[in-house]
């Protein structure tokens, strides 16, 4: 028996991944892995933190856990995988099961044979279509170069004023990390929202967040890189205004690297990337993609979603490794786009269906908001806020959005995996979580968030969105709208829509200071809408036909507030 | 129709809880509640941090999170609730649907009718039945007053050497907390072990970090309290070791408190607590209980157990508060034991059944370590190290260990929700995760443990524990110990346990170094056993037959090192 051939294009995470397990899995397979640039896997999601000064040490985004480069020498020392850097294969010739390459340094063409080949060639940043894109001063956030370069402004310091273009995940940590680098920066959005796998409410928390760091400019797009003697020196919006600066990074977005599998004949999803079954096999059965380049099932929806994710272009890669040395042994089973991202001192993230993701796929859905912390206060709890999407007949979890500085992370694990689970509501309610103060409230903000669904799904609770509540207070609707805080707080912060505040532990005694008419609509919040909830159960008790409670309260209130 | 009576004895975690949400399903329920000491609504489970200075306002631990102190007032004016404190309820009269009480303030005794009664009455702790235990200087931390006498402790300075007796969860805490008041520790545990709701080795690593901050002394009782004019000077262990001191600290278990129920000829169970159906009804069904005083259901084995947490006191509370009021509606499903303890810059915790348990519980199961980091090297990734026990032919997870640095919280988290969803190693093994290099790694550490569990199960991954090769190298057995680490590493810390260092890098062209004998045992190891299990698989396509891994590497060893 030979051995087995294994080619694998592309040397960034999907790659080396594939490659390696391949490896683990078959010690004889002869495996080679070409890569187009000059190094090999870098941590890319690691760039805007080392751009922001997180760390110092290039190289750190370069080497395995124990400080070792993973440079060829590594690839063969220590996995017996040949890795080719600088090298792009120009060519998958199936007929014939080999790759052709060309040696970028060298020039040197050639070819090689393939009994599996492994397609990772990811995704390549999205440029504006205007003019000036090539003036100096313009980078991406997308290569070991860029991070090399927007570092070196960093260290520089003569860069005073920057523009980032796109308000996505990419852009809003490289937002941070030129702030942190002492730049005045301008995020601008095409969009009426940052952040569009969220819900705008939730996005709009971000932004109001953001707008205290940099000026934010949504709905707005770039209309023209405006330079001087080959130099950025502002950026034209759509509507006319100039914004000066001497660096714009653009990161609207990457697009699938299909060209080799197209011209392969490999099949292209409508998203316009390549489409594997299960096990990451194209429609090529020695032909596997994964990662940035594909498409993946979204679990919930069933749709096909572009997901370019570190996190599943490595789970890919493992299930790919196995999969072309054992037979097809291992399923990716989809994501459920679960994504996360710090901004300061908040963090934001989805895990599962938005509300608006919810309502294309055609579920019948409820919603609520949770606004409260993650830990007791003697803890020093940080605020949480967390939009639970629930599907109304069978109450499973559909999705879930989570921001604040509070520990988010760990509660988009939990509903993730919750949603992985396929749990319902009520499972999450007893969920039985670990607590201590130094961790979590007794009752866990994710248990609460299910508490609220749950009274919310049996008619005891009746949220209204702060975006419907502005409307109606916009419109001038009549309606009598209670603050059951205490005087301090109201004094201290109020959302300023024509209010009355009587503290819940005044509420019982002053019940003839609300409207006569039982029928007219009130509404009730506090600062995390629970006392809110309370005074609205008490008036429902005391006869009130139509109250309902702002949900989160004022902390998820995303629009100006008074004081 | 007359208002529903509702009493409820205990007002500190379930009682408050099941009132309040009583009152919320009922604005015109009576409900009364009584509370033998003077406080309500105690945060108890944040004594050792108030002891330990993480706080200095003792209210914190009973306010409201915006700053309004649970008292009678309170509990009246925005909640509805009479909150008797200071008044012991004496006796339950079943017959008569009433209880009586005593004003242990005035002496004056009374009696009041219920519809619904819950009973909420907590734990003791326990004292060893031994002499000296009347001498000033001993303590639990149980209630309010002991967090004002430690704390005093603390604020006074005057204490120089304590002993904590029990090495369970709150005598972890109380030795972080006077550790902290910078007093001189002694941690004696009758027991072999630790945290016995751990398995040995992981108890070990805890206690292997705690000997770097006090004393430890396992498998040695307390005989007597020697004191001198009234206080105490001593604490005599049961080998006679005297270990002066001014403080100690008792912190061995609680027991249930159910004299009331028993009097009442309520069913006690076989562990000493009140007994439930899942609505939380005793066998009254007119009589509620929950919380410390009631044994609970573990949810996987099925068997009832004492879980006294503060986090199923809460959840249970909401259950009975619902239940009072509109018929027996919520169930609350039981627990698996989920528990999580924070000790210096370290936490430590269980979900599920630890091996021990599951081999109790007649389980069939195979477990895996896990030592690796929580997140990238360049964002100060921190270690973790997880066990985790899954069943085998399910393959679905039992339960999971994590201790270290790193969030151990996120960690359990994730486990217990995966518990709750009945989910398998091979639902783990390709679950979306948040992932942002602030957070976690690409391959979260929960997905990288199901990964090696995966392996273990498919019998690519041989493990040997760190205990089992232990008793092999002192036993002397004939094996070859292969270090895949490099030699900086090496020359840092070591087994010390006879092994040949050979880095993973230069294995493959020093083979000839192995032993001739394919079929010697072999165990492989390196930091964390990636490289270890590199070396391992790499020598059995070589043709060695009887290769082991190290499970957890280094890190993970719980015996002394070399440097």
Redesign the interface.
């Known amino acids: 028996m030979t051995n087995k051939k294994i080619i694998v294009i592309g040397g960034s ?1 999907t790659g080396p991944k594939a490659a390696a397990k391949a ?6 397979a002869e495996i080679t892995m070409f890569q187009k640039g000059p190094d090999l896997s870098m ?1 890319s ?2 760039f805007p ?2 751009v922001g000064g ?2 110092d ?1 290039r190289n ?2 370069l ?1 395995t ?2 400080g ?1 480069v993973r440079d060829p020498k ?1 690839y063969w ?4 995988i040949v890795a080719r850097v600088n090298t792009e294969v120009t060519r998958i010739d199936r007929e014939n099961k080999k790759v052709e390459f060309t040696n970028l340094e060298t020039g040197e063409t050639g070819s090689q044979e393939y009994d599996k080949l492994i397609i990772a060639t990811g995704a390549s940043p999205n440029m504006p279509p205007i003019p000036g894109v090539d003036l100096q001063g313009i980078s991406t956030l997308q290569s070991m170069q860029d991070a090399d370069y927007l570092r070196k402004v960093r260290d520089d310091g003569h860069i005073k004023k920057a523009v980032v273009i796109g308000g996505g ?1 990419i852009g809003i ?1 490289t937002l941070e990390a030129l702030h942190l680098a002492g730049i005045e920066l301008t995020l601008v959005e095409l969009l009426p929202q940052l952040l569009t796998f969220l819900d705008w409410k939730m996005a709009k928390l971000v932004e109001n967040y953001l707008k205290t760091k940099a000026n934010v400019i949504t709905k707005n797009g770039v209309a023209e890189f405006v330079g001087e003697n080959g130099k950025l020196t502002a950026v034209k919006l759509q509507n006319g205004t100039e914004i000066p600066c001497q660096l714009a990074v653009v990161a609207i977005g990457v697009r699938p690297n299909v060209k080799l599998a197209q011209d392969a004949g490999l099949k292209i999803g409508e998203l316009g990337g390549i489409v594997t079954n299960e096990y990451m096999q194209t429609n090529d059965p020695d032909i596997y993609a994964a990662g940035d380049c594909c498409e993946v099932k979204n ?1 919930i929806s069933g749709k096909n979603v572009l997901a370019p ?7 890919q890669g ?2 790919i490794g196995e999969n072309v040395i054992a037979g097809d042994i291992a399923k ?2 989809g ?8 901004f300061f001192d908040y ?1 934001v ?1 989805i ?1 599962g269906l938005s509300e608006e993701k919810a309502k294309e796929a055609g579920f019948n859905y409820e919603r609520v908001l949770n606004a ?2 993650d830990k ?4 020093d709890g940080k605020l949480l806020i967390t939009k639970l999407v629930v599907e109304h007949k069978t109450r499973r979890i559909l999705g879930a959005q989570c921001l604040g500085p509070g ?4 509660q ?3 509903w ?3 949603i ?4 319902t509501v009520d ?14 409230l ?3 903000h994710s ?1 609460a968030t299910a ?1 609220i669904m749950e009274n919310k799904l049996r008619g ?1 609770f009746k949220g209204i969105s702060s975006v419907d509540l502005k409307e109606k207070a916009d419109r001038g609707d009549d309606m009598f709208i209670l603050d059951a ?2 005087a301090d ?1 109201y004094e201290q912060m109020r959302l300023g829509i024509g209010e009355t505040l009587i503290p ?3 509420l ?1 005694e002053r019940l003839h200071e609300l409207p006569e008419d039982k029928n007219k609509e009130i509404i009730t919040f506090c ?2 809408s629970l ?1 809110g ?2 005074a609205a ?2 008036l ?3 006869g009130y036909t139509n109250v309902k409670i702002l949900e989160g309260g004022i902390m998820a209130w995303p629009f100006d507030r008074e004081k």
């Open positions: 995470a490896r683990r899995m078959d010690e004889f941590a999601c690691g933190y080392y997180f760390f040490d750190k985004l080497c856990p124990t070792v590594f020392n220590a996995k017996g995940l940590e679990i994710y570190g996190d599943l272009a490595n789970l493992r299930v990716f089973p994501t459920i786009q679960t994504g996360i991202c710090k963090a993230g895990t409260s912390p007791p206060g003697f803890m520990d988010v992370s760990k988009l694990a939990i993730a995996t919750a992985k689970g396929n749990l499972d999450m309610v007893n969920a039985d979580l670990p607590y201590a103060p130094p961790f979590s007794a009752i866990d248990i508490h005891i805080r205490g707080e819940i532990g005044k019982r600062k995390i006392r909830y309370e159960v008490l429902e008790a005391h």
